[in-house]
Structures are given as structure tokens and as C-alpha cells.
């Protein structure tokens, strides 16, 4: 797990903890909690939506760290401006990744799904929050992994589908040169999440 440190921004919103797991065998029953979380009234409610207070991302549709971290710094910003489009700061990261603004689509493209087996796990919230890794660790089944085996896991494919890059002449002149298309791809899709909140 790495944990990154913004001190210019609200106190409650500086500290972003991201985490990558491979081999999720519980992905079908963590998103079962998370709809009934959403569900749930009174304290028991509070108590599981605390439970489950993390942006649960598909591995697959992530092209890099900066990537992640642009959403993630996007959806920050809306909280902090208080112009959220989603109803927390979490579902904010979807809602940033998802190249339109359907925030259902989006949700049902980056995050968990019942076949889902690499996941990003990521908690904003102040420094003052402890044991992250063990909140993570008691709602999802799997293998904790460094965030540099991200690379093996992305569905350029998938990625290329959902932005409709597959006409994009810069990417088809790459083409042949996988390392460089890769690239190509990872700078549109970066700058389309930068530039999401701006066009939107």
C-alpha cells in the first residue's frame, strides 16, 4: 500500500492511502456489501458504510499511477470546492475515470463487479486515520501486491474500447509499437480525466 500526502488541501481531505490487490476472491460478495451498506439505516448503516468507506476500482481499466492519481486529485478538488457530482468523494474517483458522465456507467465500469479479481482500493481522509490497511484487509479477500505490477494487469483493449481511441490516428500509427501505443493511450486518457471536470 502507498500512501501519498497533499498538505495544501483540507486536513480531512490530505492523505490518500491506495492500495492494489490481485487474485480478489470475494468481489461478488463485496459488492453485495456495498449496495446494502448504501441501504442500511441507522447505526448499523453508518457503521457498514464506515465498513466500506474506500473507492473500489477494476485494475484493469487503470493505465498508470498518474492515471489514478488524477481522478483521485480531481475528485478531491469537487469535495473540497463542495461540487461533487456523486454522493461522496469515492464514487467522485468513478465518476472522474469514466470517459462520460453517466455516473451509473461509471460505476458499473470502475468499480467492483462479481467477476472483478484485481482491485485498487483507495481512502482519502485525514492523517489522523489509522490502521487503513487493516480496514482494507477485513472487507477484501485477496492479495495485497505492489502498485508496479499494475502494468501486468491493464486491459488496453478494454481501455481503448470504453475512450473509442481505436480511430484515433495517433494510436494506430503506433500500433506496431506496443511500449509506445501504450503510452500514447496512458497521456489521452490522463488528460481526458484532467480535463473531465472543466468540460463537464
Known sequence: MQTFHY???????STVHV???????????????IVRASQLEGPEGDAE???????????RLICSLLHLQTAIYQ????????????KTVHSEILWALNP????????????????T???IVVRIASPDLDKVEER??????????????LAEITDWASIKKYY???????????????????????????????MKSVMA
Open 7 to 13: 498538505s495544501h488541501l483540507p486536513h480531512e481531505l
Open 19 to 33: 492500495a492494489l490487490y490481485t487474485n480478489v476472491a470475494n468481489s461478488a460478495a463485496l459488492r453485495s456489501r
Open 49 to 59: 458504510r464506515d465498513a466500506v468507506n474506500f473507492a473500489f476500482i477494476d485494475a
Open 75 to 86: 475528485a478531491i478538488l469537487a469535495q473540497a470546492q463542495g461540487s461533487l457530482r456523486t
Open 100 to 115: 462520460t458522465n453517466n455516473i451509473t456507467e461509471a460505476i458499473r465500469r470502475y468499480g467492483v463487479a462479481d467477476a
Open 117 to 119: 479479481t484485481s482491485l
Open 136 to 149: 482494507i484487509g477485513a472487507v477484501v479477500d485477496g492479495t495485497l501486491s505492489p502498485l508496479g505490477q
Open 164 to 194: 473509442k481511441l481505436n480511430g484515433e490516428p495517433a494510436v494506430k500509427e503506433a500500433a506496431k509499437d506496443s511500449a509506445r501505443e501504450k503510452t500514447i493511450i496512458d497521456e489521452i486518457v490522463t488528460s481526458s480525466v484532467a
